[in-house]
Structure formats: C-alpha cells, structure tokens
C-alpha cells in the first residue's frame, strides 16, 4: 500500500493542498480560496470558519483528483500564516473573526507593554520588537475593547491551530507561532512570565506548548465526514508558513540560508542560537527543529516593487506584451539585461510601503536617486530589482555577522529571473542555486514534519528527497566590485533622507 503525507498551507488568501509521497513527490495539489475583510484603515480580519470549509474542500477534492484510499494517508500536517489572534470558547467555537498578521489596530496596547518592558527588554525575551504585529498585543486590544468576548475566551490560537483542533478536539501550538504570539521566551521555548505578567492577559488563555512534530492525536469521526480523511489519521501541529519554509527551502543545518522573493522579501538562515542584533533589525524565530533557530530579515516590498514598476513604468512594455503574445515580464527582463551592473549610478529605494528590516521606518519612502540627462529605461527598471538586492543584501550582512553563510537557495516568484538570479548573487557575493519548484517551500516544509513526526523520515535531512535543485548560478567578482560601493551609496542615501520623510510623515500627520 502507498503511503503519504497531506500538508496543508493556510495563507492569507487561500489553502493550499498538496500530497506527497514518501519518496518526496508532490503527486497533485488543491488550492481553496478565502477573503480577508480591510477596514478601518489597519484593520484585517478573517472568518476562520472560511479556513475550516477551504481545508475540507481542497482534501476532498486532492483525495478524488488523485483516486487514492484515504486510509493510504499516513499523516497530515500544516503550514499556517502567524501572527494572529482567533478566541475560541471552551466549546472550541470561535467567538469572532481571527484578527490576522496584518491588522495594525494594537498600537495603544504597545504603548502599554512599553510601560513595563524597554524594546530592548522585549527583543532580548522574544527575539522580536514589541509592535502591532503580534497576537498578544491583539489580544490585549480585545480585552480593552471586546471584555464579553475576552472574558468568554478558553484559549487564543492560530490558523494552523484552529485546524488542529478541528481534527483532534486538541487545543495547541507549536513553537513557532508560540513565538508570533509576541510573549514566547525564545532561549527557553516557554511562554514568557515576564511579558504575560506585563501584558496583564491570563496565562490559561494560552495554548499548550508543542515541537511542531508533534502529533496532537487522530482526526475524528466528525472531522472524517467533513474532509474525507481516514478516522485515526495522524495530525501533526506543523509550523508557522515562515517557519515551514526553512524546511522546504533546505535550511536545516547551521548556515543553512535561503531568500524567498515574493511581494515581500526575506533572507533567513539556521543557527544553534538566536541571533540578537544590537541595533534590533532583525529577528529570530523558534526553529521547526529541535535545538535550532531561525534568524530572518522580512523587507515589506520586494517583487511588489517590481510589480508597481510594471504596473507604472512599464504601460508600454505591457501593451508590447499584449499585441506580441508574450509576458510582459519576459520584456521588462530583457530591458534589464541591457543595462549594465549598478545601473550607472542609479538607485531605487524600495520603501513603498514603509519598511521592516533592516529600517523599521514606516515613514520611509520609495525614491529614485541619481537620475541624469543620460539615465535610460533599461536602467530606470534594472535599479528598482537592484534596491531591492541591496536591501536584503544588508540583512543578509547583519546575519553574516554572526554566523558563516557561503551559498544561498532562492525561491518565489522572483526567482523565475535569471536576470534577478545573477543580481542577487552579484551582490551576495555568493553561490545561488535554483529549485525546481519555486514556489512550494511551505508545503513541503509541512510534509517534511509531518512525516519526521509520524515516523516515516528519520530526521529533517530527508529534505534532499524533496528538493531538486534546477541551476547554481556564480557571482560576477567584478559585477561584486560595482554592487559593493552601490550598497553602500544605498545605505548612505537612506539615512540621508530619513530625516526628510520622518518630516514628511509628521506635517502629513498634522495636515490629517
């Protein structure tokens, strides 16, 4: 009989289901959409009941599509979006709609935590800077402003989580999105007294601490009528999606780095201990393997620059596109490949929409520098994929710091450019190697704990079963040269104009 392995990946804007094998081959995958409600300018909320019916669709759908026995699947783990606050009753029941990663609303609640702990403090606890962001903060803004339904909340939990109890009845969370609650103590992978105390939350609102390995128990008899999964199914807990994609992108040793460029960009590598920067630009994570962290920098807009470049500058290439029957990217990257490294002297600053690592300046904002009578628009579009480089090429310095990194995998959407591909390792400096699927690090991830946990692998080395790398692309020494004196132009220009936008941001803030 066959065995595999079903992984679930619940994003912002859908799940995805994919199923494996043993052997490391995704067989077919479903994918279940669901909305995400915006309002009030930075509030965003999802109904989790969209996640539970996405999740039973997509496996019923996977189970058919692929004609397998249900009872061939040996276990089933998940991927999740963190950084949320959903409150069940002790019914399991959820008591309102999950304030997701993205809502912005706990800004008071910061200010309150501050009373009690420096950032400094909370960074050096949590591994992480007390912002909005984070689930404890949320819960906090409910307790303010919902006390009926803080009062009635059993326990807070996550996407991921909220799945798990649907299929056990088990109320837990993995380490990883223990971290993303925002009062987890990240050397000793507990709920931080500290930061709870200050938060003034009750402890028994928190769920039960697990590795993500795992297994919370088997799916049910009502679970099984709802997905069409075998009664007894081992569930293990899984990872957060930032998390999961260590795995699936091969981070699983010490140095072990990978960069995702997707709307938002990050660099993350794997280290025995977290990595706690002075300056706080970045940020560890609890690593889905035992006695492993994972220190990362997320930037906020990275292929979403290159979107907004072809969504305004490149009207004509579009059109190009259109009348040809080409993609329009393939234009754009032909453009790029036209102007030389470093674009000469051109720079783009890639702050759209404010930026996270390494600036953490909502007021910064998206500039080009250095533009001349002779600047081309081959340059105009190769310096926005170049700001974005050099962005997480600082990220990546401050992980350097700390820890040895000689190659790097990259992975998303971005990926698909080879033009992108030689800039990237240009100025890394390093070797870059390409996967063959670009875009299933999560899920894969996901599969890789499921089956560590249910016993199938050994350990998280089996990740080379499932990665097939497609292209090792070497950087330029002299491209290297260039980018280096770029980079630090960037950075230089930066901090130039951030006494300009704070100004910006303030006189806008008085106009409002």
Not at 458 to 479: I, Y
Request: glycine content about 10%; hydrophobic content about 40%.
């Amino acid at each position: 009989m066959a065995q595999y392995i079903l992984a679930h990946d619940l994003g912002t804007s859908g799940n995805k289901a994919s199923l494996f094998t043993a052997e490391g081959k995704m067989v077919g995958s479903r994918i279940a959409a669901y909305g995400t409600r915006y309002f009030n300018e930075k509030w965003a909320e999802q109904n989790p009941e969209d996640w539970w019916e996405a999740v039973c669709r997509s496996t019923k759908e996977l189970i058919d599509e692929q004609g397998i026995d249900p009872s061939e699947i040996k276990v089933v783990s998940f991927s999740g979006q963190m950084m949320g606050c959903l409150c069940v009753g002790k019914d399991g029941q959820p008591l309102r709609d999950s304030i997701i990663w993205a809502d912005q609303r706990a800004v008071k609640q910061v200010k309150d935590l501050e009373k009690h702990l420096s950032q400094k403090e909370f960074y050096h606890i949590v591994g992480h800077r007390n912002t909005p962001s984070y689930g404890i903060q949320k819960l906090m803004w409910i307790r303010d402003n919902e006390p009926d339904i803080y009062e009635q909340t059993h326990k807070v939990l996550n996407a991921k989580d909220y799945i798990v109890y649907k299929l056990t009845g088990e109320f837990v969370t993995d380490y990883s999105d223990a971290n993303g609650m925002g009062c987890f103590d990240l050397s000793n992978l507990t709920w931080s007294d500290r930061i709870v105390e200050a938060s003034g939350i009750n402890p028994e609102k928190l769920p039960a601490l697990q590795p993500s390995t795992y297994i919370a128990g088997g799916v049910t008899e009502q679970a099984s009528a709802a997905t069409g999964m075998a009664v007894g199914t081992s569930v293990v807990i899984g990872a957060g999606d930032g998390v999961t994609a260590n795995i699936g992108a091969g981070s699983v040793e010490e140095g072990k780095t990978y960069c995702s460029l997707g709307t938002s960009a990050w660099v993350t590598t794997t280290a025995k201990e977290p990595i706690f920067d002075p300056e706080m630009r970045t940020v560890t994570w609890a690593h889905a393997i035992p006695g492993y962290y994972a220190p990362n920098g997320t930037m906020q807009y990275a292929g979403g620059a290159v979107n907004w470049m072809k969504e305004t500058v490149c009207t004509g290439e579009q059109a190009a596109a259109d009348t040809e029957g080409r993609k329009v990217y393939d234009l754009i990257n032909e453009l790029v490949e036209q102007a030389p490294a470093g674009s000469n002297g051109l720079l783009f600053l890639p702050y759209l929409l404010g930026e996270r690592a390494p600036r953490w300046d909502a007021a910064s904002k998206g500039s080009y520098i250095g533009i001349t009578s002779e600047t081309t628009r081959a340059e105009l579009l190769r310096s926005v994929m170049e700001g974005v480089t050099y962005n997480l090429g600082i990220i990546l310095d401050i992980l350097q710091s700390h820890i040895e990194i000689d190659e790097l995998m990259l992975i998303g959407g971005g990926a698909k450019s080879e033009q992108w591909q030689q800039i990237i390792a240009d100025v890394f400096g390093l070797k870059v190697t390409i996967p063959t699927i670009l875009d299933e690090a999560g899920s894969m991830g996901a599969a890789i704990i499921g089956g560590v946990g249910a016993g199938l692998f050994e350990d998280f080395h089996v990740v080379d079963r499932f990665l097939d790398v497609s292209k090792t692309v070497e950087h330029n020494p002299e491209h290297r040269e260039v980018y280096d004196r770029a980079k630090k132009r960037f950075d230089d220009m930066y901090f130039a104009l951030r006494p300009v936008f704070e100004q910006h941001q303030s006189e806008g803030e008085m106009i409002g």
